[in-house]
């Protein structure tokens, strides 16, 4: 069974304990953390209040599973599931089988006038299945039972999967028959094939395989006005497309519960690499003139120095990490903690990829750097989906630790990275406008704030910010703290001009900014989009817009 209050499964070996160097290296920057008493869950199960929701025979409304569908994974989210201070609960939660039980259900919810949340594997971040208190009941439509590969058709390469259906489960139905989708988002062991279309979903593979709207050709919504089916063109120019209607729409127009999807043979081969660029402006060049030129890699990943820095250190290989840098220097990267990282993948066919890595190597020698194989890329490669487990070993030391993305034009990648992590790191400092907006009166908090570069394309490339900062002397002071980062992070995205999202989405913590990058008429569109087929405003009502 999934963690109620954590990332990942209860079953789960995964150690979450920090090493020793790790926590003393993060305690060097931040200062010692103070972690705060978690609530059990035997308290948390007892806070839940009795439901509201008629009965029906695909609800169920038992006070634990309630509690269990209340949250997704953001701060927020975590902050309430350790303290007990939880906004609200859905009064009830289906786990339909079938598209035709979806629609029973959303029949049911016009009748009795009850709010909807569509639910896929919970790894939300930014509140997108949160219930809001509200004078109707609240029922979530969880998508779990939903989870087969329901049709292939191996000519047009295109796989029906039901929309519940987790990454794993995803790719294991697909290696069977020789095939795999490709979309390894950072939380593909928990989340949702149909979570992936609804969020406009990115995944860490999308050199090769695309985003989520390239692999989503078609399937199948229920909207309170009825269900929209959606076909599987190759392509078209009959007027505007109809999976671009529900790509990013969150739940607020209905539930997606088919998805088709188009999937490529498994490939020949697949290997990572990483090579050291001497510098970050280095880096950035020799990234830009990589994606521009169409090689053929799977991923790429630009660390700056600090991330560098940071990812050497916490790796927790202490001598392995000295003679790598005693290879740096007698290569001429000096040991100046300026060095950038560069992560690459390349899948292919033998060919190929012994193509892709003679130009890709050609490229780094050309900025100077230095390749040094697959070593650390197998380090990336194993340990690709485990960072949202190390939350829990820096929250278990009183270190909280949190991520803020977005995606720009090259033109506008250095001063926007730059603006960011200045916004971040001087987030807590009482001077601050964010801080003085708040009143605060605490004194200055240390942020430790690191960014990547990934999912790249010819005119720019997402920025992905990870930051750590302390826990307050309680929970409510921890949030606060969060509250301000995040909003920095935020104003700082917006005044760069950047997407307040490129690959978690809106929920409800990034909604307040998206009117900046969709504009007055834009929100007007979107508004009026979710009025035709969700007239009763019934569909997870506060998300998106």
């Known amino acids: 069974m999934k963690r109620w209050n954590g990332w990942g499964d209860d079953k789960n070996n995964f150690s979450f304990e920090l090493t020793q160097t790790s926590q003393h290296y993060i305690e060097n920057i931040v200062g010692k953390g103070t972690p705060l008493a978690p609530i059990s869950l035997a308290d948390a199960i007892a806070k839940v209040p009795p439901s509201k929701a008629p009965e029906h025979q695909l609800i169920n409304t038992s006070a634990e599973v309630r509690l ?43 009748q009795e006038d009850l709010i909807v949340i569509p639910y896929g594997g919970g790894t939300s971040v930014c509140g997108h299945i949160n219930p809001v208190n509200h004078h109707r009941p609240i029922i979530t439509i969880a998508l779990s039972e939903m989870n087969q590969l329901i049709d292939f058709d191996e000519l047009s390469q295109v796989a029906t999967f039901g929309a519940g259906t987790l990454g794993p489960d995803v790719e294991k139905q697909l290696a069977t028959l020789g095939y795999t989708l490709g979309h390894f988002p950072q939380s593909w062991e928990l989340s949702t094939v149909g979570g992936w279309v609804a969020s406009r979903s990115s995944g860490q593979q999308s050199l090769r ?29 009959a007027g505007p497309d109809m999976r671009e209607m529900v790509l990013g729409s969150e739940g607020r127009m209905g539930i997606i519960t088919e998805v088709k999807m188009r999937v490529t043979k498994i490939a ?36 700056n120095a600090v991330e560098t820095a940071s990812h050497l250190t916490l790796a927790g290989h202490d001598t392995a990490v000295k003679y790598l840098e005693k290879y740096l220097r007698l290569r001429g990267i000096a040991n ?33 750097g230095v390749y040094i194989g697959t070593a650390l890329g197998k380090h990336w490669q194993h340990s690709r989906f485990r960072s949202p487990y190390l939350r829990q070993g820096f929250w278990d030391i009183g270190v909280v630790v949190d991520t803020m993305e977005t995606c720009v034009d090259w033109s506008a990648v250095p001063d926007t990275v730059n603006t960011i992590e200045s916004a971040i790191a001087n987030a807590l400092t009482p001077q601050t406008n964010c801080a003085k907006a708040s009143g605060t009166s605490e004194e200055p908090e240390k942020i430790h704030v690191f960014t990547h570069l990934s999912h790249f394309y010819g005119q720019g490339c997402s920025i992905y910010t990870t930051f750590l900062f302390r826990m307050g002397k309680d929970y409510d002071t921890t949030l606060k703290r969060w509250q301000l980062i995040k909003a920095a992070g935020a104003q700082a995205i917006v005044k760069q001009g950047g997407t307040i999202s490129h690959q978690h989405g809106v929920g409800k913590d990034h909604a307040p900014y998206l009117a900046a990058e969709k504009g007055e008429l834009g929100i007007a569109a979107i508004k009026g989009l979710c009025q035709v087929f969700d007239p009763d405003k019934r569909m997870n009502p506060g998300t998106l817009v």
């Open 68 to 110: 269990r569908h209340c949250t997704g994974q953001s701060i927020p989210d975590w902050i309430a599931t350790h303290s007990g201070n939880f906004d609200a609960f859905p009064d009830g939660v289906a786990f339909p089988k079938t598209t035709a039980q979806v629609h029973t259900l959303l029949e049911f919810a016009k």
């Open 209 to 237: 395989y695309g985003r989520i709207e390239k692999l989503f050709a078609g399937g199948t919504v229920v909207t309170p006005k009825g269900a929209i089916d959606i076909p599987t063109f190759p392509a078209s120019s």
């Open 268 to 303: 020949q081969q697949e290997y990572f690499y990483v090579a050291f660029l001497p510098n970050w402006q280095t880096g950035i060049a020799a990234t830009r003139d990589i994606a521009q030129a169409g090689v053929q890699l799977s991923m790429m990943r630009l660390s």
């Open 336 to 368: 100046d903690d300026s060095k950038t990282m560069f992560t690459f993948g390349i899948t292919g066919s033998k060919a190929q990829c012994q193509s892709a890595l003679k130009i890709t190597k050609q490229f780094i020698n050309q900025h100077s």
